[in-house]
């Protein structure tokens, strides 16, 4: 679990949002994608520009 919270610290720093879900349910990627409230979500920073950094 540790990891799937850096990677998703990581793709947030980034500017990716991401949604960690559970693999075994069926369908999981669909609900996902209808915006279900589904899993962990994670909202993504928003991405600094090269000059502000």
């Known amino acids: 679990m540790i990891s799937k919270l850096e990677t998703a610290r990581l793709m947030m720093a980034q500017g990716i ?13 669909a ?3 209808r915006k279900e409230r589904i899993g962990t979500h994670f909202l993504a920073h928003k991405k600094l520009k090269k000059e502000t950094r």
């Open 17 to 29: 949002p991401l949604v960690i879900g559970d693999g075994r349910q069926r369908d999981i990627l």
């Open 31 to 33: 609900k996902i994608w």
